[in-house]
């Protein structure tokens, strides 16, 4: 089982930055597959940004050359966060943690909201 706790949503004006973290713990490695989800209100549920067991990243279109992924560890909670610049109206969304350990876990998700 691998928990997901996430923090760091919030309101910010157009322009301003936000960081969001995730503590994953559980039976859960660094070299998991681990990534940020975000769905906005009447919309789908996107992939936002990934990084694999390689520490390779990869990012959706719309929030390349803004959006940073990262990782690190300590002990036995691996720690996922997300680096959000130049937020724009359209990123205001529910951002979840999301981590792939033999099966699919979700963290509670956390408010963002960019006002313009």
């Known amino acids: 089982q691998v928990q997901l706790v996430e923090s760091g949503g919030g309101l910010v004006q157009a322009g301003g930055s936000l960081r969001l973290s995730c503590a994953a713990s559980g039976t859960i490695f660094p070299s998991n597959a681990m990534g940020w989800y975000r769905q906005a209100p009447g919309k789908q549920r996107e992939l936002v940004a990934s990084?694999?067991?390689?520490?390779?990243?990869?990012?959706v279109d719309s929030v390349k050359g803004r959006f940073t992924i990262s990782r690190d560890s300590a002990k036995s909670t691996v720690y996922l966060q997300l680096q959000m610049n130049n937020l724009k109206p359209e990123d205001t969304a529910v951002y979840y943690c999301h981590a792939l350990v033999v099966s699919h876990s979700w963290g509670q998700g956390t408010q963002v909201t960019v006002s313009s």
């Open positions: 990084i694999m067991s390689g520490g390779s990243t990869r990012y």
